[in-house]
């Protein structure tokens, strides 16, 4: 072993985890550089924690809506009265 005193991983530029390894320059949360994100089928949980519903979906929570109503556009309101 000898005297252990340096640091294999290192913070990941894209995920933020301390897994990005040095001398093999890749992450192993993410995959980074890798341009396809790292994931696997047989951790469900690691799936769960980091998919689609997790963060803010700041363009798909606002499609979900527009689905709702057959994504229509460009109409007015009937008046009320």
């Not at 640091?7 to 390894?21: E, I, M, N, W």
Request: net charge positive.
């Amino acid at each position: 072993f000898g005297k252990r005193r340096n640091k294999t991983h290192t913070l990941c530029r894209r995920c933020g985890s301390k897994a990005y390894h040095l001398q093999k320059s890749t992450c192993g949360k993410c995959g980074y550089p890798a341009k396809r994100k790292r994931k696997y089928n047989w951790s469900a949980k690691a799936k769960r924690r980091n998919t689609t519903g997790t963060g803010r979906m700041r363009h798909l929570k606002i499609v979900y809506r527009r689905f709702r109503h057959g994504f229509r556009e460009g109409t007015t309101p009937k008046p009320k009265r």
